[in-house]
């Protein structure tokens, strides 16, 4: 961790690590406050004394099965009192919470990894409608034009 800032360089498919990301191109995570304290904790508890940042209690080493990474997550959202979701849900929610308090596409996208076109199509009705009234007034400022005897004068 760097900056507040995480490196994905590499993937698990089904519990198998992958040696690169699904579209091979490493980024940079920005964390918020709460998001960097609690990988500074985790890494205490864990990432110093092992290569991975989330360890298996019972087993002391990387989760090497979705299911008991899962089974974890579940009892986690249990104590908490948050409703079950799968945990790749977790990824949706950050990005529609992102897109839903105005953070700028581009920057949702290259911290999802995604190009702006698959962000936009899986997640544009995320982005806020209640600003449309004041983009369109934007463009009225910018393009200030008036009728005058039937005849649009722009000025």
């Known amino acids: 961790m760097h900056n507040k800032q995480i490196l994905i360089n590499k993937g698990r498919v089904k519990g198998v690590d992958q040696a690169a990301t699904k579209t091979k191109k490493e980024r940079f995570v920005d964390l918020n406050?709460?998001?960097?304290?609690?990988?500074?904790?985790l890494r205490q508890l864990?990432?110093?004394?092992?290569?991975?940042v989330f360890i298996c209690a019972e087993t002391h080493e990387k989760y090497t099965t979705e299911q008991s990474l899962y089974k974890n997550f579940k009892q986690a959202m249990k104590a908490t009192g948050v409703r079950y979701r799968p945990a790749y849900n977790a990824r949706h929610t950050y990005a529609?919470?992102?897109?839903?308090?105005?953070?700028?596409?581009?920057?949702?996208?290259?911290?999802?990894?995604?190009?702006?076109v698959m962000l936009m199509k899986r997640y544009a009705r995320w982005?806020?409608?209640?600003?449309?009234?004041?983009?369109?007034?934007?463009?009225?400022?910018?393009?200030?034009?008036?009728?005058?005897?039937?005849?649009?004068?722009?000025?």
């Not at 406050?33 to 904790?41: P, T």
């Not at 864990?46 to 991975?52: R, T």
């Not at 529609?96 to 702006?116: D, I």
């Open 96 to 116: 529609t919470v992102c897109l839903m308090n105005g953070l700028n596409p581009v920057y949702v996208a290259a911290q999802l990894g995604h190009s702006l």
């Open 33 to 41: 406050e709460e998001a960097f304290d609690a990988f500074v904790q």
């Open 46 to 52: 864990s990432y110093l004394k092992y290569d991975h």
């Open 127 to 155: 982005i806020n409608s209640d600003k449309n009234k004041e983009e369109i007034a934007k463009l009225s400022k910018t393009n200030a034009h008036t009728f005058q005897n039937g005849k649009l004068k722009i000025s």
